[in-house]
């Protein structure tokens, strides 16, 4: 089968949105394959076409029908940039997320800032005789590791203990660092991202809860460059999270799988 694909590398989270029609049962091996096989070494694989690209409502289906907030705003410049109507925001819609995700876009500088979808619980799990903060978002759970190195082992104690969902983060921070692993279970895989857009909007809201009404800007070091968000308590309660930063495309290729 001949897969066209384009890729994409948002903050380092080096991303293929296939533009070849695929089954939705079949889409979850084939990412598997182009993860595996593909030169540029992609993190992650969400599917369209290019009619859904120039519809009002461009639509995103991530490779597990998890949310990934990278992917989003990456896929919404991809959208404008075939649209060609000099768009500034657009909204778009993504596996995961319960409604449209709007997006910020600034071609000229080549960044993108995407509205993400709230968390809608923090809860904790014990691994490794630890106590450890999960933030539940749509489509994807993140736990917030303070006080490891990241490991393998360690992660995979994390996510054995954590609640079933389309994907599974794991956050190991320190100050300012960040470093992500992502497992997404319907394709078996997990990633050392080179950065987390839905766990970094985790990770600052979880930070933001306690602050006093008004924005908090939060810029995050992680492994492919950095991811910045603002969140904006109103009440007590977090009421918008923007996450955004740099964004390149590549060229449209074929792969033959």
């Known amino acids: 089968m001949r897969i066209r694909y384009i890729s994409a590398d948002p903050a380092g989270n080096r991303t293929a949105f296939v533009l070849t029609p695929v089954a939705p049962e079949l889409r979850a091996a084939l990412a598997a394959r182009m993860m595996a096989l593909c030169p540029e070494g992609f993190e992650q694989v969400g599917f369209t076409?290019?009619?859904?690209?120039?519809?009002?409502?461009?639509?995103?289906?991530?490779?597990?029908?998890?949310?990934?907030?990278?992917?989003?705003?990456?896929?919404?410049?991809?959208?404008?940039?075939?649209?060609?109507?000099?768009?500034?925001?657009?909204?778009?819609?993504?596996?995961?997320?319960?409604?449209?995700?709007?997006?910020?876009?600034?071609?000229?500088?080549?960044?993108?800032?995407?509205?993400?979808?709230?968390?809608?619980?923090?809860?904790?799990?014990?691994?490794?005789?630890?106590?450890?903060?999960?933030?539940?978002?749509?489509?994807?759970?993140?736990?917030?590791?303070?006080?490891?190195?990241?490991?393998?082992?360690?992660?995979?104690?994390?996510?054995?203990?954590?609640?079933?969902?389309?994907?599974?983060?794991?956050?190991?921070?320190?100050?300012?660092?960040?470093?992500?692993?992502?497992?997404?279970?319907?394709?078996?895989?997990?990633?050392?991202?080179s950065s987390c857009g839905s766990g970094s909007v985790a990770l600052a809201w979880y930070l933001a809860r306690k602050r006093a009404d008004g924005e908090h800007a939060f810029s995050f070091d992680e492994?492919?460059?950095?991811?910045?968000?603002r969140v904006l308590m109103r009440g007590g309660n977090a009421v918008r999270a923007v996450m955004g930063g740099s964004v390149t495309l590549g060229e449209e290729r074929e792969i033959t799988l």
């Open 49 to 193: 076409c290019p009619e859904s690209l120039l519809a009002p409502l461009p639509r995103l289906d991530m490779m597990g029908g998890e949310f990934c907030g990278n992917a989003s705003r990456a896929f919404a410049l991809l959208a404008a940039a075939r649209r060609g109507r000099g768009e500034t925001e657009l909204a778009i819609s993504v596996s995961g997320a319960k409604g449209p995700v709007h997006v910020r876009l600034d071609p000229a500088r080549g960044t993108a800032y995407a509205h993400m979808p709230l968390p809608t619980a923090l809860e904790t799990v014990c691994a490794r005789g630890q106590t450890i903060p999960v933030v539940r978002m749509e489509g994807i759970a993140h736990a917030i590791v303070t006080d490891n190195a990241p490991s393998a082992d360690a992660a995979q104690a994390v996510l054995h203990a954590m609640p079933l969902s389309d994907a599974q983060g794991v956050l190991f921070v320190k100050g300012a660092h960040v470093t992500p692993l992502v497992h997404v279970p319907a394709t078996g895989t997990s990633v050392w991202e």
């Open 223 to 229: 492994p492919g460059g950095r991811l910045n968000v």
